[in-house]
Structure formats: structure tokens, C-alpha cells
């Protein structure tokens, strides 16, 4: 390997190494290190790192949307409890805040997020906090604030601080003229939506970040994720993840998008071992640094029917939401993964019908009915109107 002699060099190397392989980039990027906050290069921030110890100390900005919870949970099995710290602006419920570490964080408090890092001594930071879809589109000025400015703010800290960082992408970070079935890791990227905008200026940055100074940035392109315990707030795919509150609820489900419309969807548990996955491969393996992950791809109207084989009086309706639908529209029916396969060995556990036999059961179970199986039929496991009372907890969170 030729000897890299000036700044002038190593710029054009970075410049001239492939856009997303860094098993061959030959670039030293830490000789570019200097924080991009202009902290001066020999102020040492990077002189712990993530091999210090034996386990990560994590920090989970947003922590109380749909995802972070379930995160904090599955890594304090992994790492223990006190190894990994939830946070976020608002104020936790009970049974969280008694679950493990919660500390308040503020995303565009430069200074908040620093002094968190440097207190707990963090080395892998998770940065879930963002408005989703349909939310973001009524609150424009908001989501510019939280997804854009807010990660140029975990952005510094992380290189400041020599973290691995991972980054939430979503299947909205493609558009209309993206190819959408299915759509590859790397094509056009033109999204409609603010959180889109928003979430391909994510993966450009991390990428830029890392080339340019080392950051060891991973990112997934989740799809629609949906999860038993928690609520989304705002996305267009929510609808999957209400229709099972409803159809346990009273049997009946309003749909927001059309019968047709197709998405890629994934359950929870495969999206958070994904993502402790994508961190935990080695740098060698990673011949990019955000990928697309995927499971299954549905209808509202397949997935009714699989609904309707456990609950023979299930109904749904429709009445279309003319901006869901419009986003729906835009984004990829079907993803492809095959690079997250190859690569790190990327492997979905659910599809559909064990989707929905999951849900479905979960909610059975809390309302202390019997467990759901193929023999026993939501019909004969409860009277659906008495049992409604119990379920106002999946409503909350
Ligand atoms: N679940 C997100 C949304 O619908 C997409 O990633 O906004």
C-alpha cells in the first residue's frame, strides 16, 4: 500500500474510493479526525474506545417511541442492565423507569447529549429519535428540527467521542421514482416526504461522516416494523400494527390506505436483532454502511386475511387517508436485502402468518384468554364485547 504523504492525498483517495465499500478503501480517515465542532485535533476525545471494555455502554436517544423500549431490553440482556441507558424529553411511565437506567436527553442540546456521553462514558449511541411520516408531514418546521439538526448533533458527539453510531433509515427514504419492486440498496433516491428528505440526508451524512472522519456509522433501512407492546406515532405503516388492537378489541378494523396497497413490513423481535446484528459485525464485513433489511411484504387486504383465519368474524373497512395514501404510494413495495444476507448474514424469522399468530396471541394473553392456536379460534376463546375493558393497555404507551 503506497504511503499517504499530505491532506491533499488522503482527500483524493477518500474522494476516488468506492462510494460504499470500505473493505477496500485504503483511506486512513482518522488522519482526517479532527472534530467537525473544531475541537482541536490533539485534544485526544478518541482515547476510549468501544474494545475498552468488554461490553458496549449504550445510550438510546428517543427512547420512548416505538422502538426503544424493546431495544433497551433486548441489549440489557445482552450487555446488562445497567450498561444500557434509555432516554428522551418526555417523562417515562412507571414500569420503565423502574426497568433499567432513564436519564433525560435533549437531541438539540449539543451540550446535554456531550456531557451525557462523557458521564456514562458511552461508546455506542442508538439514535431513534425522529417524526415519522405522517406526523412529520403536519409539522414540517419540527421534523426538520429533530430528524436534521438533532443528527448533526449525534453526529459530532459520536465522532467527537469515537462511537459507533447507528442510525434508523426506513423504506420512506426512497420515492416515486425509485424502482419499488423491489428496490436495491443503491438507485435513485428522490422521497416526497419530509422524514424521506430527512432520512437520506441521515445516510449521506453518517456515510460522509465516516469516510471523512472514521465514525464508525451503521445504518438499516428498516421497513414498516410492527410490535405488540408499543405503539408507532405517525407512520404510514401504522395501520398494521393497529389493525391487531382492533381486531381483538371489537373484530372490526377502519383501514387508512387501500386494499392493494403494498409494503415491506418486518415484526419487532426480527428488527432489533438486526440491529444489534448490523453493530456487532465486524468492520471487514460491512461493504456498506446502510442497508436495506427485510421480511415480508403485504396488503392490507392479505393481511386481513390472515387475520380472519384466527378471528372468523373479523371485518375491515376502508376509508383512505389521501396523504398516507400518497406516501404509500411513492415508497417500495418490496425490498431488497440481498447485500444485508450476504454481507452480515441477515436473516428474517417472520413471515406472515407467524406475524400474525404472534400478535395475536400476545394480545389474547394479556387479556388472560387462552393462548390462540390453528385449533382454537378467537371465537370460541371469548366473547369479544366482555372482554373489551382489559385491553385499554395496548392502547397506552
Ligand atoms: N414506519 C415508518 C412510517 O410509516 C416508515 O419507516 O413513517
Known sequence: MPVIRTLSQVVRRMLLSPACDCRTSVVPTRFLGFSPRQIPADANFHSISVTETDHPCVLITGGLGQLGVGLANFLR???GKDNVILSDIRKPPNHIFHSGPFIYSDILDYKNLREIVVNNRITWLFHYSALLSAVGEANVSLARDVNITGLHNVLDVATEHNLRLFVPSTIGAFGPTSPRNPTPDLCIQRPRTIYGVSKVHAELMGEYYHYRYGL?????RYPGI???????????????VQIFHDATKNGKFECNLKPNTRLPMM???DCLRATLEVMEAPEKSLSMRTYNINAMS???KELAQEVLKHVPEFQITYNVDAVRQAIADSWPMNFDDSNARKDWGWKHDFDLPELVTTMLNFHGSDTGLPKLTENIKWKSACNLD?????MIKFFML
Open 216 to 220: 464508525d456509522f451503521r445504518c438499516l
Open 298 to 300: 403485504f396488503t392490507p
Open 386 to 390: 366482555s372482554c373489551q375493558g382489559k
Open 226 to 240: 410492527i410490535s405488540a407492546d408499543s405503539q408507532p406515532g405517525g407512520g404510514t405503516t401504522d395501520y398494521a
Open 77 to 79: 440482556k445482552r450487555f
Open 267 to 269: 415484526y419487532i423481535d
